[in-house]
């Protein structure tokens, strides 16, 4: 059943327990999103490649393929949409591994309705994280589009996830200046979670292995024992 109102966001909710499922998604039709539920991986997979959704929450246990699979996969199709987990456990390698492999947020069950309301509101907010004005950021190599969420390094347009290029941006946004890794992760991941070096380093890893694939060069400096930066 539709709303009696506009709608809000698209939601895709991917969740073996039917109940939950249909629970949250009664929920969030009532404050009013449109919400789609599956309980296959794989046919998750599918429907986010071929349809046009706002967010996604996704459960880790699914049958078919796993959440981290397919939130990896995703990332690997070059879908940016954002993507929230949820796990029965507040395991925190289970959770770095969530967010590593691509998600942008993390819920442990049992699962409040107006946490995750609020939390689908920040991802998205995050994804339309833009400057005033709508202009571009940059150094000599590099220019950022906040509001298209678009990166080009030496002119070329850069492949990258929506985290990856958040990070990049924020970066470039302190161009000359060092950012720790806990800075990085509290100003880009903005989710409440302990900061993790692990989550912030093996991004910065990924957006310099594409930069060297797509230009062949690497303009991000780590500066040992304080973090990263990248110059003017």
Known sequence: MRPPFTVLHDVLIVEDDV??????SQRLRS??????????????????????FDVIVLGLVLRGMDGLNVVRSLRDEGVTTPVIMMAAFADSAER?????GGADDYMVKPIDIEELHARIKAVLRRRNWSTEGGGTIGTDDITVSPSRLRAWYRGVGLDLSVQEFRLLAQLVRNADSVLSRETLYETVWRNGSPPSSKVVDAHVSRIRRRMIEQVGVDPIVTVRGAG???RK
């Open 19 to 24: 109940q939950l499922a249909e629970s949250l």
């Open 228 to 230: 990263y930066m990248v």
């Open 96 to 100: 770095i591994d969530g967010l590593e």
């Open 31 to 52: 404050v009013g999103h449109a919400v789609t539920l599956l309980t296959n991986g794989q046919a998750a997979l599918r429907a986010v490649i071929e349809g046009d």
